[in-house]
């Protein structure tokens, strides 16, 4: 390979004394040029350069004779003949040819920028390929979609390549060539490529391939189609006042133009002339029903090809819908029959459902109402859709109002034992009604809270009353009455058996004196401690005081103290032993 060392050995067949060594280059005109010499002395060899041709490195020997040459190079290229003189031995020579590979430079291609027609009945200018700097001279070969093209070098109306070699002034080879074909339509998307076949050492070879391009073809419209884009559905409905789209392509090549219209009493309404094939109309309304067209300008189409289409626009609308009353409906309690009507006006022809508290009442225009009842009372909803349009619906609402006098409802409340209600207890009370109008709630005792609607709806309304539980409660009660302009409502809340307070203050205070004589007995007992270790303490002995006590006297004014408490006796007098008693705890 160019660039790379060579080294040329010549080895001597057979052992002589003594011989010289020499190397000739042999150039094209057949000439012999003495490069170097080598010279046997003794066991060593004596070798030197002669001429180096102007070298750039010059030639070398290495110390075997080897004749060097440090990086190939393309004038390298020729026979080098090495020849040596034996003396009275004889004189022998060998040639050897030198042959340089070098690999080309990266493949360029160069493809027609043009617009290339199909029409064109002989073949066309595709694409250039170079291969430059190569040696030996490269093979360049032509692919589409991956597939190799076997081309011709003769001019054939399908296609043919032209090559054309050059040789630099370095010595290596460049090769050019032009492929040439007749395309068809096919060829639209097809990728096109060539790639450089290059030969190297031993048998080798290697390949460079170009990058892929893509032609850009000329071609007439064959079909047309013009369709209806999104918001649309299947049967073309679209809803009033979406914007829509129409969408029209052909199959030619470049782009035609394209002519929108719209059909009206057989002639034709110009729209709109564009080449992205797209026409938007903003907001349609309903007189923009009808049929539109597209038509691809394209003179380069055969006679039969049709190139215009058409399409029918539906445009759907549904008006506000309208109930024969007002935005409330008020009627008495046990009406017997109320009719409600609700018209709507709509393409496609829309479907009607009453509902209550998202609750279906039936389908259809008219809603019946009878056996009016407080439960009846609500919001009613006319809904209608267009189920072949999704999204295009409206609702319309009445609320209906059911007059009537009061309802009423107690929550009875239960004392917290269970057993029945102690006198001092608190109680909440809850009262509530419906009815319309709106009934008001009162107490017979002062304290109640305001009438507030009742976390159940359904138009019932709540008032509170907390109060204590006395036994002139049990006897009279709590009433609670709702009214309204229609009549009234009335309840009582009785209290059953209250127990007094006395019983249980009683049970208080005995627990209160059991507390404190458990407390003296506990200072008792304390205080024998204290005395223990003392004669006497704590016992009772009949006869006269122990020996070494002082005998006291019990005088009604003198009341003597000992450690600190207080020492009885017998019912005054002195102490003797015929009823006395020791000292006393």
Known sequence: MQGQRVILNCTLLGKVDHYVLEWFLTDRSGARRRLASVEQQGSKLQGSVHDTKGRSPPYQLDPQGHLVLAEAQVSDELDYVCVVKAGAAGTAEATTSLRVFAKPEATEVIPNQGILSVMEELAQEIATCNSRN????????????????????????????????????????????????????????????????????????????????????HYPTEHVQFWLGSPSTTEGWVREGDSVQLLCRGDGSPSPEYTFFRLQNHQEEVLSTNLNGNLTLEGVQRGQSGTYGCRVEDYDAAEDTQLAQTLELHVAYLDPLELNVGEELSVFLNSSRTAVNCSARGLPVPTLRWTKDSVPLGDGPMLSLTSVTFDSAGTYICEASTPTVPLLSRTQSFKLLVQGSPELRPKEMESQAGDGWTEGDEVKLVCSARGYPEPQLTWSHRGGTPAEPSFEGQGWVSSYLTLKVTSALSREGVSC?????????????????????????????????????LLLLVVAAFYCMRRKGRPGCCRREKGAPPPGEPELSHSGSERPEQTGLLIGGASGGTRSGSGGFGDEC
């Not at 003769?154 to 040789?167: A, D, F, N, Q």
């Not at 203050?505 to 507390?515: D, Q, R």
Request: aromatic share 8%; proline share 5%; charged share 15%.
């Open 134 to 217: 190569g040696k030996p001279v490269p093979q360049i070969t032509w692919y589409r979609d991956g597939q190799r093209l076997e081309m011709s070098i003769r001019m054939k109306p399908e296609g043919y390549m032209t090559s054309r070699t050059v040789r630099e002034a370095s010595g290596l080879l460049s090769l050019t060539s032009t492929l040439y074909l007749r395309l068809n339509k096919t060829d639209r998307d097809a990728s096109f490529h060539c790639a450089a076949n290059y030969s190297l050492p031993s048998g080798h070879h290697g390949r460079l391939d170009s990058p892929v391009f893509h032609l850009t073809l």
């Open 481 to 517: 009455e709702a009214t309204n302009a229609l009549g009234k409502a009335r309840h009582v809340f009785h209290f059953s058996s209250v127990a007094p307070q006395t019983a249980q203050a009683g049970v208080a205070v005995m627990a209160v004196a059991v507390s404190v004589g």
